[in-house]
């Protein structure tokens, strides 16, 4: 096998009928570039079907932080070929690429063919027929690991950990099974290695923010391995999080599923609702007696809670709701991901009702962004919305610890016995003291009709101004800090961006720098409340906007139209999903915007 | 005992508010209010210690009627914020106050969960079988010919029965009061409060407004001629087959509330780090 390709990343997908066992192939094959050091992610791809339908498992590695997938692959890997031509845009091949697959279950695709990937047999069924026991998934990974370099005993390392449970005779079978694809990779075509320490995008700098914080440098052993549900439940109960209440969907399960256990260690508890509406229901009770609650659900449960999510605003209780955003309208495309619940979560409530919006930017900041959310949420006693993705959701990669940001929940409560207590009191910051239920004296109703300061339920237009006037100036005054979008590099472009897109913008951005072209990266984290003067400062001197997306419509650029005075040119530029926002295709945008 | 004096024990009147009711003249919601705060005086709860949640519609207007702690929330979900609340504060006494559309219509799926869930909670439910904030449209309960501008000449539909649903989803306690009977209805309730999980009192309510007739129901109620039975099927057949006006408890059982440990677990946040690292 020749090496005389290095690259800064390598892509490489695994892909299978249900059952075939790819993602776990994918995950041993993530934690062994663990192991050994590198950085990687696994995005998750499958068709619709509960067991039985095609799945891939689409994994990038490089020796810097890794936030989004190339614009393409460089290895693909068939343990069978059934239904795996539905993947074709979503795993793209060129002449440069190596696609592998066993003879036995016939020839690879056609659309996958005709790209000029260049194949090469091997016999998955006969090898795992010699090693009783053996399943084919692990030639598949023993084969991906020797392909791309990665060291024989950190395969070892994580098999053997990680089979322990099957017991000794499955463990020595699947072992040798990886270790006979491992050997296997040496007849392969060649696939180019990872270069030295070099970030994806040739001169790609270490981004900001909560996710690299201890930076690329931080040692191996310290690194995490996440996704980002279990990040966003992490941040959850960082926050402060002690009680939650949700309703399974996809792909927001794995957020409840990690905060089940995790709860009731910090003194905490999570309910299963029948429902979205008593989810959201629960978690406003829940919160109204003084535990800091959340919920987390996707679009369609979204939609269901917007009635309930209107009376905490109203009543103002505090509550955080984590949409995980999938394919929409309606059912859509529940296991694939897309970024198009901006509306909703900026606008989707009847009434004037303000609202806080926060978007992690990676899926290390899945972990800070929903703790600031807690903070924001308890801290203005209001409604907090973290819009995730499936992308950020269900992707697994390696990360750097992101650093606690040190805000958890402070609700401003009135000292005990307060005479003649105002539950809604009209405020200097619009924030007024919440009494909590069993504190003698200052006893309330906390009430979604309109209210006087008392919480007595008033149509009186006065009594409606004020209070209006009251959530909207606890919103609008709050100082957000710094925290309220990363912005990095220099130049008269500028790309705005949020949530999943960011990685692949960073990467664009950083391959027009390579070229000597200079743009700037401005990622909202805070979508709402807008913060003009704030966003002014950092589009200072730029001459075009090109606002990136993934949804159908433009809801962001709508959004930042609306409420901004952008400088000079702006440009939307978006598809819906479930295509990842590649870094090619933003890379593009900026060299032809630049050079016309 | 040399402790300093004993405190007199509350009153009723200390569980109500200043705040003047917007029901009709003559509703039994009225009576229901005060049946409220004589059970938690009999109890010797105090005001702070109560938390009082309802959903849409006048029986839902009572939490600010009382000096308790309360929840006045969205249409039909009195029972969830009710769970959740609870389920956080355990330590907390909560009274879910809702009616017949609130709370078998548009709230009837938490119902039916609520019951199974078995919280411990006190669910009561104004009866009028009528929607009367909205002025006058059938509800669930309401008999199938009951003429009305939104139904002309009836619904022809067989009314709800929620007593034997709630047996059936699995509620802890069931009874049946009356509005007419202050007195009558407090214990009931009290008992309810008292009797650990989900307690479900259905309350006789008259809406003399838009269900005149309804005044004939003070004729009408009776004491259950037998007492409350701890056997859910023969609970349910006496249910089935009385009129619907017969008044006690008539179910008790001794299902374990649903109470997650809150509170227990005592390690800290970054403990739980140890699972993604590496």
């Given at each position: 096998?020749?090496?005389?390709?290095?690259?800064?990343?390598?892509?490489?997908?695994?892909?299978?009928?249900?059952?075939?066992?790819?993602?776990?192939?994918?995950?041993?094959?993530?934690?062994?570039?663990?192991?050994?050091?590198?950085?990687?992610?696994?995005?998750?791809?499958?068709?619709?079907?509960?067991?039985?339908?095609?799945?891939?498992?689409?994994?990038?590695?490089?020796?810097?932080?890794?936030?989004?997938?190339?614009?393409?692959?460089?290895?693909?890997?068939?343990?069978?070929?059934?239904?795996?031509?539905?993947?074709?845009?979503?795993?793209?091949?060129?002449?440069?690429?190596?696609?592998?697959?066993?003879?036995?279950?016939?020839?690879?695709?056609?659309?996958?063919?005709?790209?000029?990937?260049?194949?090469?047999?091997?016999?998955?069924?006969?090898?795992?027929?010699?090693?009783?026991?053996?399943?084919?998934?692990?030639?598949?990974?023993?084969?991906?690991?020797?392909?791309?370099?990665?060291?024989?005993?950190?395969?070892?390392?994580?098999?053997?950990?990680?089979?322990?449970?099957?017991?000794?005779?499955?463990?020595?079978?699947?072992?040798?099974?990886?270790?006979?694809?491992?050997?296997?990779?040496?007849?392969?075509?060649?696939?180019?290695?990872?270069?030295?320490?070099?970030?994806?995008?040739?001169?790609?700098?270490?981004?900001?923010?909560?996710?690299?914080?201890?930076?690329?440098?931080?040692?191996?052993?310290?690194?995490?391995?996440?996704?980002?549900?279990?990040?966003?439940?992490?941040?959850?109960?960082?926050?402060?999080?002690?009680?939650?209440?949700?309703?399974?969907?996809?792909?927001?399960?794995?957020?409840?599923?990690?905060?089940?256990?995790?709860?009731?260690?910090?003194?905490?508890?999570?309910?299963?609702?029948?429902?979205?509406?008593?989810?959201?229901?629960?978690?406003?009770?829940?919160?109204?007696?003084?535990?800091?609650?959340?919920?987390?659900?996707?679009?369609?449960?979204?939609?269901?809670?917007?009635?309930?999510?209107?009376?905490?605003?109203?009543?103002?209780?505090?509550?955080?709701?984590?949409?995980?955003?999938?394919?929409?309208?309606?059912?859509?495309?529940?296991?694939?991901?897309?970024?198009?619940?901006?509306?909703?979560?900026?606008?989707?409530?009847?009434?004037?009702?303000?609202?806080?919006?926060?978007?992690?930017?990676?899926?290390?900041?899945?972990?800070?962004?929903?703790?600031?959310?807690?903070?924001?949420?308890?801290?203005?006693?209001?409604?907090?919305?973290?819009?995730?993705?499936?992308?950020?959701?269900?992707?697994?990669?390696?990360?750097?610890?992101?650093?606690?940001?040190?805000?958890?929940?402070?609700?401003?409560?009135?000292?005990?016995?307060?005479?003649?207590?105002?539950?809604?009191?009209?405020?200097?910051?619009?924030?007024?003291?919440?009494?909590?239920?069993?504190?003698?004296?200052?006893?309330?109703?906390?009430?979604?009709?309109?209210?006087?300061?008392?919480?007595?339920?008033?149509?009186?237009?006065?009594?409606?101004?004020?209070?209006?006037?009251?959530?909207?100036?606890?919103?609008?005054?709050?100082?957000?800090?710094?925290?309220?979008?990363?912005?990095?590099?220099?130049?008269?472009?500028?790309?705005?961006?949020?949530?999943?897109?960011?990685?692949?913008?960073?990467?664009?951005?950083?391959?027009?720098?390579?070229?000597?072209?200079?743009?700037?990266?401005?990622?909202?984290?805070?979508?709402?409340?807008?913060?003009?003067?704030?966003?002014?400062?950092?589009?200072?001197?730029?001459?075009?906007?090109?606002?990136?997306?993934?949804?159908?419509?433009?809801?962001?650029?709508?959004?930042?139209?609306?409420?901004?005075?952008?400088?000079?040119?702006?440009?939307?530029?978006?598809?819906?999903?479930?295509?990842?926002?590649?870094?090619?295709?933003?890379?593009?945008?900026?060299?032809?915007?630049?050079?016309? | 005992?040399?402790?300093?004096?004993?405190?007199?024990?509350?009153?009723?009147?200390?569980?109500?508010?200043?705040?003047?009711?917007?029901?009709?003249?003559?509703?039994?919601?009225?009576?229901?209010?005060?049946?409220?705060?004589?059970?938690?005086?009999?109890?010797?709860?105090?005001?702070?210690?109560?938390?009082?949640?309802?959903?849409?519609?006048?029986?839902?207007?009572?939490?600010?009627?009382?000096?308790?702690?309360?929840?006045?929330?969205?249409?039909?979900?009195?029972?969830?914020?009710?769970?959740?609340?609870?389920?956080?504060?355990?330590?907390?006494?909560?009274?879910?106050?809702?009616?017949?559309?609130?709370?078998?219509?548009?709230?009837?799926?938490?119902?039916?969960?609520?019951?199974?869930?078995?919280?411990?909670?006190?669910?009561?439910?104004?009866?009028?079988?009528?929607?009367?904030?909205?002025?006058?449209?059938?509800?669930?309960?309401?008999?199938?010919?009951?003429?009305?501008?939104?139904?002309?000449?009836?619904?022809?539909?067989?009314?709800?029965?929620?007593?034997?649903?709630a047996l059936a989803a699995g509620a802890n306690f069931v009874a049946r009061a009356f509005a007419g009977d202050p007195n009558g209805t407090a214990d009931i309730i009290a008992d309810a409060i008292r009797t650990p999980g989900f307690s479900f009192v259905e309350i006789l309510s008259p809406c003399i407004t838009f269900r005149p007739e309804q005044r004939e129901w003070k004729q009408m109620v009776r004491?259950?001629?037998?007492?409350?039975?701890?056997?859910?099927?023969?609970?349910?057949?006496?249910?089935?087959?009385?009129?619907?006006?017969?008044?006690?408890?008539?179910?008790?059982?001794?299902?374990?509330?649903?109470?997650?440990?809150?509170?227990?677990?005592?390690?800290?946040?970054?403990?739980?780090?140890?699972?993604?690292?590496?």
């Open positions: 096998m020749s090496r005389d390709k290095e690259k800064a990343s390598i892509s490489l997908a695994i892909t299978g009928s249900g059952g075939a066992g790819v993602m776990t192939a994918g995950n041993l094959l993530l934690e062994v570039a663990a192991q050994a050091g590198w950085y990687g992610l696994m995005v998750r791809s499958s068709g619709p079907q509960i067991r039985g339908g095609e799945a891939a498992a689409l994994l990038r590695f490089s020796h810097a932080p890794v936030e989004c997938l190339d614009d393409r692959f460089d290895v693909l890997i068939g343990i069978d070929w059934q239904n795996i031509h539905r993947f074709a845009d979503e795993i793209p091949l060129d002449a440069a690429s190596v696609m592998l697959g066993d003879p036995e279950q016939g020839e690879p695709p056609e659309v996958f063919v005709k790209r000029g990937a260049h194949y090469a047999p091997l016999a998955f069924k006969q090898m795992v027929k010699a090693l009783p026991g053996s399943w084919p998934n692990m030639i598949a990974l023993g084969l991906a690991a020797g392909l791309v370099g990665l060291p024989a005993d950190s395969m070892k390392a994580v098999l053997q950990k990680s089979l322990k449970k099957g017991g000794g005779e499955k463990m020595a079978a699947n072992l040798a099974a990886a270790e006979a694809g491992y050997a296997a990779a040496a007849t392969m075509p060649a696939v180019p290695r990872l270069a030295g320490h070099v970030a994806p995008g040739a001169s790609q700098k270490s981004a900001p923010g909560a996710s690299q914080k201890s930076g690329p440098g931080a040692g191996r052993d310290a690194r995490w391995l996440i996704t980002g549900n279990q990040a966003a439940g992490y941040g959850a109960v960082r926050g402060g999080v002690r009680f939650v209440a949700a309703y399974p969907i996809t792909p927001a399960t794995e957020v409840l599923e990690w905060l089940a256990p995790a709860l009731p260690k910090v003194g905490g508890a999570l309910v299963q609702a029948e429902d979205e509406l008593a989810s959201i229901n629960m978690i406003i009770g829940a919160s109204y007696g003084g535990v800091p609650s959340l919920t987390a659900t996707s679009g369609p449960g979204l939609s269901l809670m917007t009635e309930a999510l209107g009376l905490a605003v109203a009543a103002e209780v505090p509550i955080v709701v984590i949409d995980v955003m999938r394919g929409g309208p309606s059912t859509g495309i529940p296991a694939k991901s897309e970024q198009s619940d901006v509306n909703i979560a900026l606008n989707g409530l009847h009434g004037d009702a303000p609202r806080v919006v926060v978007a992690p930017n990676s899926i290390a900041d899945c972990v800070a962004a929903t703790q600031w959310a807690v903070h924001l949420a308890e801290a203005m006693q209001t409604p907090a919305i973290v819009l995730s993705d499936q992308y950020f959701g269900q992707t697994r990669a390696v990360v750097d610890p992101p650093a606690d940001i040190g805000l958890t929940s402070e609700r401003l409560k009135p000292s005990a016995g307060a005479e003649g207590y105002k539950r809604y009191a009209i405020t200097e910051s619009g924030i007024s003291p919440m009494a909590i239920p069993g504190t003698p004296g200052t006893a309330y109703t906390a009430d979604g009709l309109e209210h006087n300061d008392r919480g007595l339920p008033s149509s009186q237009s006065a009594d409606h101004t004020r209070q209006l006037d009251k959530r909207a100036k606890k919103l609008s005054d709050f100082d957000y800090g710094a925290r309220w979008a990363d912005f990095e590099g220099e130049g008269e472009l500028a790309v705005i961006t949020f949530g999943s897109c960011t990685g692949a913008a960073r990467e664009a951005i950083a391959r027009a720098a390579a070229e000597g072209i200079k743009a700037r990266l401005v990622s909202l984290r805070l979508l709402s409340p807008p913060q003009p003067g704030r966003l002014a400062a950092a589009l200072a001197g730029a001459k075009r906007v090109l606002v990136v997306e993934q949804n159908h419509t433009g809801q962001l650029y709508r959004y930042l139209r609306a409420e901004y005075d952008l400088p000079g040119e702006v440009k939307s530029f978006r598809h819906p999903g479930p295509l990842p926002m590649r870094p090619d295709e933003i890379h593009q945008q900026i060299t032809a915007w630049s050079c016309s | 005992m040399n402790s300093p004096a004993v405190a007199a024990p509350i009153t009723a009147q200390a569980f109500k508010s200043d705040y003047k009711p917007i029901w009709c003249p003559g509703c039994g919601d009225y009576s229901v209010l005060s049946s409220f705060t004589k059970a938690f005086a009999k109890l010797d709860l105090r005001p702070e210690n109560v938390a009082v949640v309802s959903g849409i519609g006048c029986s839902s207007r009572i939490p600010a009627y009382t000096n308790c702690y309360g929840f006045h929330g969205v249409h039909g979900r009195s029972l969830a914020a009710a769970s959740g609340l609870k389920l956080a504060r355990p330590d907390l006494t909560v009274v879910v106050a809702s009616g017949d559309g609130d709370g078998y219509s548009i709230g009837g799926n938490h119902f039916l969960h609520a019951c199974r869930r078995n919280v411990d909670l006190t669910y009561v439910v104004m009866d009028n079988h009528v929607y009367g904030m909205t002025k006058g449209q059938p509800s669930p309960t309401t008999e199938p010919d009951w003429d009305s501008k939104l139904s002309p000449g009836g619904t022809g539909l067989r009314t709800f029965h929620p007593l034997v649903i004491q259950a001629p037998v007492t409350s039975t701890d056997d859910a099927a023969r609970a349910a057949r006496r249910i089935m087959t009385d009129d619907g006006f017969n008044i006690g408890v008539l179910y008790k059982g001794g299902r374990k509330p649903y109470q997650p440990p809150i509170g227990k677990g005592k390690k800290r946040p970054s403990d739980l780090e140890a699972e993604f690292t590496l």
